[in-house]
């Protein structure tokens, strides 16, 4: 059971190049989430979901976009990569939306040079 | 106002002793309370949820408080392995598909 797993741990990425970060979970959640974490500071929250089709605008979505066209994908896509969205990503998926367990992935680090 | 406040410490503190954190959230609908773990570059990791009735795992201790808008976690006889960021979480509303996190409060437990 992979749980939730996110592709590539690592990137660096130049001004202005685009890039798709994967997240794809197994354990048929309907809700998935994408955060971003800056050095110091706790989780803001990007995008999410609550199920196929569906998507919403978390607390910072500005130069990011997502889809959800199945269960157990979620990619975030990055337009125009900005030195701003220099971040740790992590994506997570939880089963309902109350009182359950946010499951997460190991994470994406960003850097935009 | 931020959703979810902590302090951010560092708590440093001998092993075998007891801490609290505390963490204030500003949307006094929110129904939804956690505690997560954080180790240095890792994922966070669920702790515990927070019930309304407080609740006790081992060693941690959750308590709500929802008149004054906070929840607490209580750790007695620290082990080194406890030193960690633990990050505050509540849900939104009237959008309870939303989970905000605070920054979290980082815990140095010393020998």
């Known amino acids: 059971n992979a749980g939730v797993t996110q592709t590539p741990k690592f990137r660096i990425l130049k001004i202005g190049q685009s890039m798709t970060l994967q997240c794809t979970q197994d354990m048929n959640h309907n809700y998935m989430y994408w955060y971003r974490q800056d050095p110091g500071m706790g989780l803001k929250l990007i995008y999410y979901?609550?199920?196929?089709?569906?998507?919403d605008k978390g607390e910072v979505p500005n130069g990011y976009n997502v889809s959800r066209s199945t269960t157990e994908d979620f990619p975030l896509r990055l337009e125009l990569a900005a030195p701003s969205q220099t971040s740790v990503y992590f994506c997570?998926?939880?089963?309902?939306?109350?009182?359950?367990?946010?499951?997460f992935g190991q994470g994406t680090r960003l850097t935009v040079v | 106002r931020k959703e979810v406040e902590q302090d951010p410490g560092p708590f440093n503190v001998p092993e075998g002793a007891t801490v609290a954190f505390n963490c204030t959230y500003s949307?006094?609908?929110?129904?939804?309370f956690f505690w997560y773990r954080q180790d240095c570059r890792k994922e966070p990791k669920l702790l515990m949820s927070?019930?309304?009735s407080g609740n006790e795992d081992g060693r941690f201790t959750a308590q709500l408080n929802r008149a004054s808008q906070y929840i607490s976690l209580l750790i007695r006889d620290s082990k080194l392995s406890d030193s960690a960021t633990y990050l505050c979480v509540v849900n939104g509303a009237p959008n309870f598909n939303k989970f905000y996190f605070g920054s979290g409060t980082k815990l140095n437990v010393k020998p």
């Open positions: 949307n006094s609908a929110s129904q939804s």
């Open positions: 979901s609550v199920g196929a089709g569906i998507t």
């Open positions: 927070v019930y309304s």
């Open positions: 997570a998926s939880i089963l309902q939306g109350a009182n359950t367990e946010a499951f």
